[in-house]
């Protein structure tokens, strides 16, 4: 059921198994395109190209993606041979001793990694302006807007051309945010489908989890197969798949009900481009044969934004621990965060967490009525460069304020806070020609109905011939 996509990392690894292309060369391709672009777009940072010279040298492993190029995040996935600023200046070029066991898993694919994609620092907020970059990241569709965050460089240089598919996580639409304001796929799993290990348990109290934006469902859905499954020592993990993602995909979903919400999820008004959006996926999946009904999540959705708000900035703060010489070189948003989190106790960081479990329960009551949500990704377009500046000194307010984050983006975290399974489908683009994700998620533990779900889309509304201005990729 799968759509042909000359430019997904499926396609560039089986030219590579053909002989039509080598490892080498398409290493020379995707850093020609960074040299190309990435002076525009401030996507690409920390090359390590003698590191994948030796990789190619030593030999790949021969797994689905052998020879295809290749970005991380510049936050998590640790790795001893990428240093890593983690988008904040105390933490410039730090060097790991291990490797995280998700970083471990995307080798074993046969990628050729290359460098890391810029990120906000402490992965804090809708867009990717860090410092420590010298500037922002910017939208190959307009680059006077953003491409997101916090995966911001990775969705940038995917939707550029420059890799096909990158790395990226998702602790609050941080997967999602950016493939929709850069018209790719995006999909967080459900919590604690792909490890966290050997550094942590768990990230922000179970809402953070890896993922990945690509160019075509197929490519997300076999390095997701490959990375699923909890590391040695984890303290929960999700319940067992029916099928594998590639499985999934390879055949169309049941049919769904399926809950179109075109408001947010407490009755506010989105932006009408995004409201158009809304309506015409629906009327896509109608003509799919799925049954689309009215839909808008009984739950305390406010009540989870401010718990989130707690859980995060407590993360910050736990981030900027032995940063104590260096705290005034991070940015105001971060300063803010720690700040704010001083005067959470012990006993309302608890409670925050069981608010959130709270609205696990309520969201999987509201599934009850339907098998898949749809809403849109965003409230808005993707927002002007600076709207969400991490110079700012109001956490809370740059949050859940008004014009905050969470009016901006009011439909991701709701799925970081339950577990289950989301994602961002470039379905829409505006009459200024800028993407407009659509967001489908479905109950915890069903990520192979929705994703089946997402590549029946691509397959009746295709979106990989869609190229933005900025775009250094081969025809």
């Known amino acids: 059921m799968t759509t042909n996509n000359p430019d997904d990392a499926t396609s560039l690894a089986q030219l590579i ?7 080498s060369e398409l290493l020379d391709d995707a850093l020609a395109r960074v040299k190309a672009v990435n002076p525009a777009l401030n996507a690409v940072v920390l090359l390590q190209e003698d590191v994948a010279r030796r990789a190619i040298q030593v030999g790949l492993p021969d797994g689905p993606f052998k020879g295809v190029p290749f970005l991380i995040k510049d936050l998590g996935a640790e790795a001893v041979d990428f240093p890593s600023h983690s988008g904040s200046i105390p933490l410039r070029d730090t060097r790991y001793t291990y490797d995280a066991e998700i970083y471990r898993r995307m080798r074993a694919t046969g990628v050729v990694t290359f460098g890391r994609t810029t990120s906000p620092e402490g992965g804090i907020g809708p867009v990717t302006e860090a410092a420590v970059y010298g500037g922002p990241t910017r939208n190959p569709w307009d680059v006077s807007r953003t491409s997101g965050g916090s995966s911001g460089g990775a969705g940038a240089a995917v939707a550029a051309g420059i890799v096909p598919l990158a790395h990226g996580s998702d602790g609050g639409g941080s997967v999602r945010i950016p493939a929709s304001s850069s018209g790719l796929f995006g999909f967080k799993a459900t919590r604690a489908r792909l490890p966290d290990g050997p550094a942590a348990g768990e990230g922000w109290a179970g809402m953070a989890i890896d993922g990945f934006l690509s160019r075509s469902v197929r490519d997300n859905a076999t390095m997701m197969d490959a990375c699923a499954g909890p590391d040695a020592g984890a303290p929960y993990a999700a319940p067992a798949m029916e099928m594998s993602y590639s499985a999934a995909i390879a ?23 995004c409201k158009a959006a809304v309506t015409e996926t629906a009327k896509l999946l ?65 409670k925050a967490v069981g608010d959130i479990h709270s609205y696990g329960r309520q969201m999987a009551a509201a599934f009850e009525d339907y098998d898949i949500l749809l809403s849109a990704t965003l409230a808005e377009p993707p927002a002007k460069v600076g709207r969400f500046t991490h110079e700012r000194d109001d956490y809370e307010a740059y949050r859940i304020g008004e014009g905050g984050v969470f009016s901006y983006s009011p439909f991701c975290a709701a799925f970081n806070a339950s577990g289950q399974p989301a994602a961002s489908v470039p379905l829409h683009w505006n009459d200024e020609g800028l993407p407009i994700g659509i967001h489908l998620a479905a109950p915890f533990g069903e990520d192979a109905t929705l994703i089946a779900l997402c590549a029946e889309c691509e397959q009746a509304q295709p979106w990989a011939m869609r190229k933005p201005p900025v775009w250094c990729g081969k025809p």
């Open 17 to 23: 198994a053909s002989g039509a292309a080598s490892p």
């Open 251 to 273: 055949r169309p979903p049941r049919r769904l009900r399926i809950g179109i919400c075109d408001t947010t999820f407490t009755g506010a008004a989105i932006h009408p481009d």
């Open 286 to 350: 109608e003509s799919l044969g799925h049954t689309v009904v009215p839909a808008c999540p009984k739950a305390d959705h406010n009540g989870m934004m401010r718990a989130w708000t707690k859980i995060v900035a407590c993360g910050t703060a736990l981030s900027a621990r032995g940063l104590q010489d260096r705290q005034n070189d991070l940015q105001g948003v971060s300063k803010s965060a720690i700040r704010y989190a001083q005067d959470i106790s012990g006993a309302d960081y608890l």
